[in-house]
């Protein structure tokens, strides 16, 4: 199979679903001439026209509201947040608004709407261009969310979003914009609420999403190595969640370890862990662990800012202090 | 057009419809605090006695395939615009036969069919959407437009500004109507407004401005009918400051005691929208008395209808609410 970047992918389930529907249109900010702040958008102002590919001044709220207002009159639009840190600035149209109309309108109204953003730490962006705020969306009842890791996940579940009649919170992770992965060039869309196991394994169950399902994998070949077969599982929504195939996983290798990227806090990751502990107990054979950042703002200095976020040995001495209980 | 024009345009029949208008909300609004007191109605109410003449006037100015947003004052925008003040009432009542099926309540009254697409429980909530619903309208290219309500205290949030821009540089079809009623809960705008007039912030854009009395349905029905005609022009957006006043406090158990007797007299007693209008339709002996009390009685009799509507309307379904709503 063809393997393309992971920008390429969401560039290529934008354009197919820009060609299979009218209403779908693109807004946020520098995505016409400049092609996005991750190239993301690169040759679709030239191909769709500033009619489609809508460049905004700085205004993160009134972006959401345009599409928000675009999308209960009959669009379908993908709005930009550059950075994930800069939801911010739109919070009120994001929680109150998007996410609550339709439930406010006695679920009359639809607001097919997906907010296309980024997060996690990259190369010395620091505080506030570095966060993973995926709990704020995580917490607030009617939206739903993406963290694809993968090429072939991006655009399935892309594809998916833009067909979704509710808004969805499409969060890439920047650190993978230029992996490679197979992506089969025949259509295809993802399920939401359906997880992707990674990785097969018997021994222990790691549950990472974005670019902690990289890392874990690396984790993972190193484990295997020392004879610990890891199983590695990817829920791809965190809203919808797959807890059902997280619990089958965790029946089968009576261990689990969450890495994830954000603060610990009040974080996704301790969520799984509580509801994994209430519906699976019994099948445990060591407490669920949870390698997640640090309660901190990014740092820029390099050492700080990776000593912040789960690495690769984290993850090894998580497996193993698991392993040995 | 000009302003004339569209003065003239209007027939009597246009002018006693307009007069039914603000009755009808008064009513339905002296209503809705009854029945707030008695405790039929929960949570907030926001009633816009005092300002009737704006959405009257207002949505009189507009098409059929047009659209309006509201805020959290919001009920005179809906029956204006032709909602079913029944399924408004059964809203307020918290009931299944209300437009939200009891989820939405006063401040969230919606209807996709007649282009309301929301009052809103933030203020300044509903000023971003409004740009989206002038980007369908700039695609579709059919030439409709948005009338956007809001308040004196939305003017002050940073949305106005980013809205403003995005529709001006867009050159959308969105007229911004904002309703100063002197007050922001208990601020007033003279001290929260660094300007002396909102509409003057037009100049900022680059759009056409229009301050006007907004206790008279026919200077809003004008000066909103020359902002839509450029708007379907494809000219962009236009900002009205209507001056109005709010003559109660911010809600039903808000005594309002942060303004002054004689400032209440007066807008009371010089710029009520419905006496003012009634007196100006007998003068000009468009209406009768006898009309006057008729239509008075067709509002209560509409009204009670209503309120029986909503007493009799079931509670939402909780066993289907908490299935939808399992916990995994």
């Known amino acids: ?325 | 057009m000009t302003g004339k024009d569209f003065m003239s345009a209007l027939s009597e029949k246009a002018k006693i419809n307009m007069l039914k208008g603000l009755i009808e909300i008064r009513k339905f609004e002296e209503k809705s605090i009854e029945l707030y007191k008695t405790g039929k109605i929960r949570g907030y109410l926001h009633p816009c006695i005092g300002q009737e003449a704006i959405p009257v006037g207002a949505c009189r100015a507009i098409g059929r395939k047009d659209y309006i947003i509201s805020n959290h004052r919001g009920h005179g925008h809906c029956i204006a615009r032709g909602a079913d003040i029944r399924k408004i009432m059964a809203e307020l009542f918290g009931k299944s036969d209300g437009y939200c099926g009891g989820r939405g309540g006063s401040m969230h009254i919606a209807d996709m069919d007649l282009g309301i697409l929301g009052e809103n429980g933030i203020v300044g909530g509903g000023i971003p959407i409004s740009v989206g619903a002038g980007l369908s309208c700039k695609m579709d290219d059919k030439g409709n437009v948005v009338l956007c309500f809001f308040g004196d205290g939305a003017a002050n949030n940073g949305v106005f500004h980013e809205s403003l821009n995005m529709s001006a540089i867009l050159k959308l079809p969105v007229i911004y109507i904002c309703e100063n009623n002197m007050y922001a809960i208990s601020m007033c705008s003279t001290d929260s407004v660094a300007c002396e007039d909102i509409g003057k912030r037009s100049c900022a854009y680059d759009i056409p401005g229009h301050i006007i009395d907004g206790s008279d349905p026919l200077k809003v029905y004008e000066s909103v009918g020359i902002a839509v005609k450029h708007a379907r022009e494809g000219k962009g957006p236009s900002l009205i400051e209507a001056k109005t006043y709010r003559f109660y406090g911010h809600h039903p158990n808000d005594p309002g005691q942060y303004r002054g007797k004689e400032e209440v007299g007066y807008y009371t007693s010089q710029k009520d929208p419905v006496t003012n209008f009634k007196r100006r339709l007998l003068e000009e002996k468009i209406i009768t008395a006898e009309e006057i009390d008729k239509i008075e009685k067709r509002a209560d009799e509409k009204i009670k209808d209503a309120v029986i509507f909503a007493s009799e309307s079931r509670e939402p379904d909780l066993k289907k609410f908490l299935r939808e709503n399992k916990q995994d």
């Open chain 1, 1 to 325: 199979m063809r393997e393309i970047e992971y920008r390429e992918a969401i560039r290529e389930a934008v354009t197919e679903e820009m060609d299979r529907d009218r209403e779908v249109f693109l807004i946020g900010e520098d995505i016409g001439v400049y092609q996005g702040a991750f190239k993301v958008y690169k040759g679709l102002l030239d191909k769709y026209g500033p009619g489609r590919v809508i460049n905004t001044p700085i205004s993160e709220t009134a972006i959401i509201g345009a599409a928000i207002g675009a999308a209960l009159t009959g669009y379908r639009p993908i709005a930009e947040i550059m950075f994930i840190d800069f939801a911010a600035l739109a919070m009120d149209q994001i929680a109150n608004q998007a996410a609550k109309i339709h439930f406010m309108s006695g679920g009359s109204i639809d607001v097919p709407l997906v907010i296309r953003t980024q997060g996690g730490v990259g190369k010395g962006l620091s505080a506030q261009h570095s966060q993973s705020l995926e709990s704020w969306f995580y917490h607030i009842p009617g939206l739903k969310v993406a963290m694809p890791s993968t090429a072939y996940d991006a655009k399935g579940l892309l594809k998916t979003a833009v067909r979704d009649n509710g808004p969805v919170i499409f969060i890439e992770h920047k650190m993978i914009y230029p992996v490679k992965g197979p992506v089969p060039e025949k259509e295809y869309t993802i399920p939401f609420g359906k997880a992707d196991i990674k990785r097969r394994g018997r021994d222990i169950t790691i549950l990472a999403y974005a670019n902690m399902v990289l890392k874990s994998l690396e984790a993972a070949e190193e484990m295997e190595r020392e004879g610990v077969d890891c199983e590695i599982i990817d829920p791809r929504t965190l809203v919808p969640l797959d807890i059902d195939a997280i619990i089958d996983s965790v029946k089968k290798t009576g261990r689990l370890l969450i890495v994830s990227e954000a603060c610990r806090r009040g974080s996704v990751a301790s969520d799984i862990s509580a509801r994994v502990t209430e519906k699976a107990f019994e099948y445990l054979k060591a407490p669920v662990k949870i390698v997640a950042g640090l309660n901190t703002p990014i740092a820029y200095n390099l050492a700080l800012e990776q000593a912040s976020i789960p690495q690769k040995a984290d993850i090894l001495e998580a497996v193993k202090s698991i392993i040995k209980k």
